[in-house]
């Protein structure tokens, strides 16, 4: 799964504006542990839609 390296530089982690990691199927914050799914290549970087990851 790839996103725009274009829109990688512009988006931040919504809940705590922390630069966020791509991984195979989501964004990862590692500020907040906070995994954003990615869906049909688009972030979704909605706190509701996210996980915690333990
Ligand atoms: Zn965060």
């Known amino acids: 799964m790839s996103v725009d390296p ?5 988006i931040v982690c919504p809940q705590c504006r922390g630069d ?3 991984e ?3 964004l ?4 907040c542990a906070l ?6 290549k688009i972030p979704v970087l909605l ?3 996210a996980r915690k990851r333990g």
Do not use: A, M
């Open 35 to 40: 995994d954003y799914p990615i869906r049909n």
């Open 24 to 26: 195979t199927e989501s």
């Open 20 to 22: 966020l990691i791509l």
């Open 47 to 49: 706190i509701d839609s």
């Open 6 to 10: 274009k829109i990688l530089e512009i």
């Open 28 to 31: 990862f914050c590692k500020i």
